[in-house]
């Protein structure tokens, strides 16, 4: 049972732009690291992008900096990953992860906490 709750995913054409939500019924996200992972179709689930507990750290994958940027509102317990600049190889199911050890974690191994993913598929 997902612990975490997604929205925002759907089909969008190449250089448009989603924005997923990530809440978090009954935690305080404010005391969690959190991050959002991608996994496409026969590829492991990989990490996008992290935020740290205060929101002072932030990490990007590669593939996706300068396009998406994660963010999170503790008062309404939610955290965010504007995507934009889609392109077709961001297509992929979309998850939220949290966890309590207050470092970043960039393997799904890392987090207790998952929501059950939103698709994103990006055409061109």
């Known amino acids: 049972q997902a612990q975490l709750v997604e929205s925002g995913g759907g089909l969008v054409q190449a250089g448009g732009s989603l924005r997923l939500s990530c809440k978090a019924p009954g935690r305080a996200l404010s005391s969690y690291t959190l991050a959002w992972f991608r996994q496409a179709p026969g590829k492991e689930r990989a990490v996008v992008s992290v935020?740290?507990?205060?929101?002072?750290?932030?990490h990007y994958a590669d593939s996706v900096k300068g396009r998406f940027t994660i963010s999170k509102d503790n008062a309404k317990n939610t955290v965010y990953l504007q995507m934009n600049s889609l392109k077709p190889e961001d297509t992929a199911v979309y998850y939220c992860?949290?966890?309590?050890?207050?470092?970043?974690?960039?393997?799904?191994?890392?987090?207790?906490?998952w929501g059950q993913g939103t698709q994103v598929i990006v055409s061109s």
């Open positions: 935020i740290s507990w205060n929101g002072n750290i932030i």
């Open positions: 992860a949290a966890d309590s050890r207050l470092r970043l974690g960039f393997t799904r191994f890392e987090y207790t906490y």
